[in-house]
């Protein structure tokens, strides 16, 4: 039956950044369908561990981690911690990312290496570490969120939306690399989402750049909006779809 390929009963997830808005909403999701789902963000605080007893409160399994990505040796730290729960992930997504809005001409080298550091090399580095052990059981799903910025780059956002971009090229390479080992690569790419990073300021746009970055929907989405398209490509539901940059944005892309 359809409804049984979206049983994720025994897998083990990894959701970065999963203690707040997207991320929280991916980890509640798969752990509803099933899945133990290790709980993470920066410090491994209050705040994931509050992801985490919803789980557990729904009749489900968590654990939370707490690492920052974008330090060295970061990755090892994360894989070592996330395995030591419930054992091999078997579902990865790369969520955590970090967004410095700035004008193109004003942004720094610093700013510009937080934001390559944390969210592209941190993401092939995670799929170094989690990838052989998906391969070995032939089994896996690894699922990166990127960003309708990848289509549409906001002008206060150059190196945040070069970041997805190449995530997006990362995934497709590595998508057709791993097609015959039964582990799926793809990039889920949200648009306006109301979650609290919306509310954070951006440098102003004219009035022309703010048209064309319109929503034809009309309205934000919501975080489950999200959410429901990661279990479907997280699941025996979406085995047959890899390498792709899936949009869910209202028709903002287009």
């Known amino acids: 039956?359809?409804?049984?390929l979206f049983n994720l009963?025994?897998?083990?997830?990894?959701?970065?950044?999963?203690?707040?808005?997207?991320g929280q909403a991916i980890a509640l999701a798969l752990a509803e369908f099933g899945a133990n789902v290790i709980v993470h963000n920066r410090k491994g605080d209050e705040e994931a561990q509050k992801v985490a007893d919803q789980i557990r409160q729904q009749g489900g399994k968590s654990a939370?981690?707490?690492v920052e990505l974008s330090e060295p040796g970061a990755i090892d730290q994360l894989f070592d911690q996330a395995t030591k729960p419930f054992g091999p992930i078997d579902i990865l997504v790369a969520n955590a990312s970090v967004q410095l809005p700035e004008e193109w001409d004003e942004t720094t080298p610093d700013q510009f290496d937080q934001q390559v550091n944390a969210?592209?090399?941190s993401t092939l580095l995670m799929m170094?570490?989690?990838?052989?052990?998906?391969?070995?059981?032939?089994?896996?799903?690894?699922?990166?969120?990127g960003s309708v910025q990848e289509e549409k780059p906001h002008p206060a956002m150059i190196v945040y939306a070069g970041t997805k971009a190449a995530i997006a090229n990362t995934v497709r390479n590595l998508a057709l690399q791993l097609a015959a080992t039964?582990?799926?690569?793809?990039?889920?790419?949200?648009?306006?989402i109301d979650t609290p990073r919306i509310e954070e300021p951006t440098p102003p746009i004219s009035e022309e750049i703010g048209k064309r970055m319109t929503i034809p929907n009309?309205?934000?989405?919501?975080?489950?909006?999200?959410?429901?398209?990661?279990?479907?490509l997280s699941s025996d539901a979406g085995r047959y779809i890899t390498g792709q940059t899936i949009f869910v944005d209202g028709g903002m892309s287009l």
């Open 9 to 22: 009963t025994g897998k083990n997830a990894l959701v970065t950044g999963s203690s707040q808005g997207i």
């Open 64 to 66: 939370v981690i707490g």
């Open 1 to 4: 039956m359809i409804k049984d």
């Open 128 to 145: 170094q570490q989690f990838s052989p052990s998906m391969i070995e059981r032939g089994w896996g799903r690894i699922l990166t969120i």
């Open 218 to 232: 009309g309205s934000a989405g919501q975080p489950d909006d999200i959410a429901a398209m990661a279990v479907l």
């Open 119 to 121: 969210n592209w090399k």
């Open 182 to 192: 039964g582990v799926t690569v793809n990039n889920l790419s949200p648009g306006v």
